[in-house]
């Protein structure tokens, strides 16, 4: 049986090609439904105020570097998206004097535009954000060296070459995107041999860091988060951490407050990776394979899936 064209995008991939039942059972998904979708290897877990969020996100940038040496450094893959946490990772470095000498972090992507990397002087530009968020507030007797901050480029291949190079990565933090994804791994479009159907779980999680066309759902969810809705101020392409670096984490972390996906989001893709239903056209879905994956909530954002005029 043929699937479906999107309803969003026709020349893309992406969830609304899913079968509807899947999408009917994601959507009556109550909050405690939701904490019910634990199992091992997938952890649900609810945060009642924003501050407990942030600060739990946060945490896990300091528990990770806790564990740095010399002789076992260990590193943090962070998103831009959320970003309320970074001031606090900051902060904390700061009070509990933590020497980052031996601690790493990743970059998860960044814009890509006539063929290179966002400059990081660019007002859009992740790396700016991680700096000026989190990395310039740190007193420079505990600031982590430059070279142990590694940002994807347009040749990926020094980035690609630093989660090969002995450190460890405690975490990926997340967030998730309209499109169900994680960092900018979008749906693909449906042209060529993906023209019927979308890669496979497996052809997908063979995906390296990368440059990515990004699916009008990102461009226009970046445009309302960071641009004031002005889509034609967003490159369309990126560049991003892929799979493969992906299943190098020892965890994978994603935040889910409500300011990104919706209700809806929140809840399929959780049902996905906890009854292991993997399709290419929800990529956050393929995180079923990971052995370590959790999903953190601010329940004040969780939502309900049901119609209400405004």
Request: hydrophobic residues 40%; glycine residues 6%; aromatic residues 10%.
């Amino acid at each position: 049986m043929a699937r479906k064209l999107s309803m969003l995008a026709p020349d893309w991939w992406d969830f609304t090609t899913l079968e509807d039942d899947l999408l009917r059972d994601a959507a009556k998904l109550t909050p405690k439904d939701i904490l019910q979708l634990s199992r091992p290897g997938f952890k649900v877990v609810f945060y009642d105020t924003l501050e407990d969020f942030y600060l739990a996100e946060a945490l896990e940038y300091i528990t990770a570097w806790k564990q740095a040496t010399a002789s076992n450094p260990v590193g943090v893959c962070g998103p831009i998206g959320p970003t309320e946490q970074l001031p606090l990772v900051a902060r904390m470095v700061n009070e509990l004097q933590l020497d980052l000498s031996n601690a790493h972090f990743w970059g998860m992507d960044e814009w890509y535009v006539d063929g290179k990397e966002l400059d990081a002087s660019h007002p859009l530009s992740f790396e700016r954000a991680d700096r000026e968020l989190c990395f310039n507030k740190i007193d420079p007797r505990y600031r982590m060296p430059d070279a142990n901050m590694h940002f994807p480029k347009a040749d990926t291949s020094k980035y690609i070459k630093s989660w090969d190079s002995g450190v460890r990565c405690a975490v990926m933090q997340g967030g998730q995107g309209d499109t169900k994804h994680w960092a900018f791994n979008d749906p693909v479009k449906r042209e060529g041999i993906y023209k019927d159907a979308p890669p496979t779980p497996e052809e997908f999680g063979k995906l390296t860091t990368r440059v990515v066309d990004l699916h009008p759902i990102t461009c226009m969810q970046n445009a309302r988060t960071s641009a004031g809705g002005v889509v034609t101020g967003i490159p369309r392409q990126a560049l991003t951490v892929g799979p493969v670096q992906t299943w190098k984490a020892e965890k994978v972390s994603i935040w889910q407050a409500g300011a990104h996906d919706n209700p809806f989001g929140q809840r399929l893709t959780a049902l996905m990776i906890s009854k292991n239903i993997r399709d290419s056209s929800v990529p956050m879905s393929l995180l079923a394979d990971h052995p370590n994956v959790q999903f953190n909530y601010f329940v004040g954002g969780i939502g309900a899936c049901e119609t209400e005029m405004h």
